[in-house]
C-alpha cells in the first residue's frame, strides 16, 4: 500500500470514530430530555456513566491526529481536515458533558410536582439537535453553505433560551418554595443554549476545513 493510500485509510478511520462519537453525544442529549421529561432518575445516572465512553473516544482521536502529524507530514489542505476534526471532537466532547449537565439537574430536581410542564425545553432541545444533524451533514459533504445555514439557527435557540430564562425567573417569584427546581430548570435551558453554539462552531470548523480561513459565524 502507498503512503497516500494508507493515509487516506486513516483519515477515513478517524472521521468514522468521529462520527461514532457525535452519534454517542447526540444520544445522549436526546435522552437527557427524555429523562427530563419522565423525570427519570435511573436514566440520568445511566448518561452520566456512559459519558466516558464520549470521553474514550475524544482521546483515541486526538491520539490518532498527533500520529498523523507526527508521521505523515500532511500537506496544507490534509492538514486543515486533521485540524478541523481535532476542533470538532471537542466541541463534540463538550456536548456530552452538557447532556451530564442536564443529567445532574434532573437528579438534583428528583421525582416531585413540577411547577411549569415540560413543553418549551424539549422544543428548544430539537432545534438545538437538529441543528447538530445538519451540521455533521455539513461536515460530510464539506458543504459551505449549509454550515452557515445551520449557525442562522442558533439565533432561534436563543430566542426561545430568553423567553424560557424570563418565566423561570417570573417562576420564582411566585413559588419561591420550589427554588432550587426553578433553578435547576434554567440551568437545563443554559446546557440546551450551549448546545446551539457549540453546533455553531462546528460550523465554522468546517468552513475552516473547505476554505483555508476563520469565519465567525456568530458576529
Do not use: W
Not at 35 to 45: G, P, R, S, V, Y
Not at 69 to 94: C, G, H, N, T, Y
Not at 110 to 136: C, H, Q, R
Amino acid at each position: 500500500m502507498s503512503i497516500r493510500a494508507s493515509f487516506d485509510n486513516e483519515l477515513k478511520q478517524l472521521k468514522s470514530n468521529l462520527m461514532e462519537m457525535v452519534l454517542l453525544s447526540q444520544k445522549a442529549i436526546e435522552d437527557s430530555i427524555q429523562a427530563l421529561i419522565d423525570q427519570d432518575e435511573n436514566k440520568a445516572n445511566e448518561i452520566i456513566a456512559n459519558d466516558l465512553k464520549i470521553n474514550e473516544f475524544d482521546e483515541k482521536i486526538n491520539h490518532t491526529i498527533i500520529q498523523l502529524i507526527a508521521q505523515q507530514q500532511p500537506v496544507a489542505s490534509d492538514l486543515r481536515k486533521i485540524i478541523a476534526a481535532l476542533k470538532i471532537s471537542s466541541d463534540v466532547e463538550r456536548i456530552g458533558d452538557l447532556a451530564v449537565n442536564i443529567a445532574k439537574s434532573i437528579l438534583h430536581i428528583g421525582n416531585g410536582p413540577l411547577v411549569k410542564p415540560i413543553v418549551e425545553i424539549p422544543k428548544m432541545a430539537n432545534i438545538s439537535l437538529g441543528m447538530l444533524t445538519d451540521v455533521i451533514e455539513a461536515f460530510n459533504k464539506e458543504d459551505v453553505n449549509l454550515a452557515k445555514e445551520t449557525a442562522m439557527i442558533d439565533d432561534q435557540v436563543d430566542e426561545l433560551y430568553g423567553k424560557l430564562l424570563k418565566e423561570l425567573l417570573e417562576l420564582m417569584t411566585v413559588h419561591p418554595e420550589s427554588l432550587q427546581q426553578i433553578t435547576q430548570l434554567a440551568f437545563i435551558c443554559r446546557n440546551i443554549e450551549r448546545l446551539g453554539d457549540h453546533t455553531t462552531n462546528i460550523a465554522e470548523h468546517i468552513i475552516f476545513m473547505v476554505k483555508g480561513k476563520k469565519y465567525d459565524l456568530n458576529a
